[in-house]
């Protein structure tokens, strides 16, 4: 493999010095590029577009070459796993992810088994090593997953739900299946990443997106007692240096303490914490990635670009931050916005720690 060229992000992962913020976007390949469109088009469908290493690489490496970002994403979806376990995912237009066997029996749920990531998932490290050798040092390849309670989510409601009865119901009336569907999750989670690793992603992420719809108690419960196992599982070197692992909970502000000590290198905000206060509250314990709101990018360049500059104060000439949206970018983003926000992140230097 050659030698990394831009390691920003994976030292600003490990809260070491940096010349600049780097940056890099949750979705940064999707909808709003028109080249993406194109590419999707000539797969079929997105399920295609996933499984091909080829294109996967071909739309992972397209907003590099727009943008001058720090770090690519392998282009894949988190359903992945639940895919390969045998619910038969596919994609409805206009209506997101949807399982043709969602889990709704006791036998369903104790039949389930964890996937040879080699294997079953095989097309997933393919694209990654195909990515990593076409990005040729240039920047580091993240991987990721979902996190156990987000894929059971879509497990258990057969798709995306608006008030989650279904999971939620199972939690309180069956946590015996529910913790059962998690660690079967958990395992194959971590053995997915740590594939990713293997195939050649040098950062991962767990996007514990519905994290948040959850309560106190039964976050700790479902969620966090999941992550935490998945950190002490990854495989944290590779070649000689550090892997981090990012962890993501949308809606998680509230839970940013036992987020920082649960094994993670860096914690993504969403944009509804104020990332000065965020840091002052991690105290060291991580690095801190986000948090403008994604709908800033509806603006004009000149706002994107004064918002971007709030958020990067906020933080303060510290190391430990890598900027990003609070969520995902919208398709509906015009891309001459985003050129404006990654070059007012880049032009933003930072006083002397």
Request: hydrophobic fraction near 45%; aromatic fraction near 8%; proline fraction near 6%.
């Amino acid at each position: 493999m050659s030698r990394l060229k831009n390691d920003t992000l994976l030292r600003a992962l490990l809260r070491e010095p940096t010349e600049y913020t780097p940056i890099w976007l949750m979705r940064q390949a999707g909808r709003y590029l028109p080249e993406y469109r194109e590419t999707r088009k000539r797969a079929g469908n997105f399920l295609a577009l996933c499984k091909s290493p080829a294109l996967a690489c071909e739309v992972t490496l397209q907003p590099l070459a727009r943008f001058n970002l720090d770090a690519a994403i392998l282009f894949s979806d988190i359903l992945t796993i639940p895919d390969a376990m045998g619910l038969g995912l596919y994609f409805s237009e206009g209506e997101g992810p949807k399982f043709q066997r969602p889990l709704t029996q006791e036998w369903e749920i104790r039949n389930l088994s964890v996937p040879d990531p080699h294997v079953e998932l095989r097309y997933v490290m393919d694209a990654v090593a195909e990515i990593r050798r076409a990005l040729d040092g240039s920047v580091p390849l993240i991987g990721f997953a979902g996190s156990p309670w987000t894929l059971a989510c879509y497990m258990v409601e057969g798709g995306s739900s608006d008030d989650y009865r279904a999971v939620k119901a199972m939690a309180y009336a069956r946590p015996d299946l529910m913790h059962h569907i998690l660690d079967i999750n958990t395992r194959a989670v971590t053995a997915y990443l740590n594939a990713q690793i293997e195939s050649g992603a040098q950062a991962v992420m767990v996007f514990d997106s519905w994290g948040g719809t959850l309560s106190d108690g039964a976050w700790r419960e479902f969620s966090l007692a999941y992550l935490r196992k998945i950190a002490a599982g990854l495989v944290r070197e590779r070649d000689g240096r550090r892997v981090p692992a990012i962890a993501f909970t949308k809606g998680g502000g509230l839970w940013l303490d036992a987020l920082a000590d649960s094994g993670f290198d860096a914690i993504g905000l969403d944009w509804t914490i104020d990332i000065g206060r965020a840091r002052e509250q991690a105290a060291g314990r991580v690095a801190l990635q986000g948090n403008l709101d994604p709908a800033v990018l509806f603006a004009t360049p000149e706002v994107v670009a004064n918002e971007a500059r709030k958020v990067l104060d906020a933080f303060g000439p510290h190391p430990g931050h890598v900027f990003n949206l609070g969520h995902g970018i919208s398709q509906h983003t015009p891309p001459e916005n985003v050129v404006a926000l990654v070059e007012a992140v880049h032009a933003h230097r930072r006083k002397a720690y």
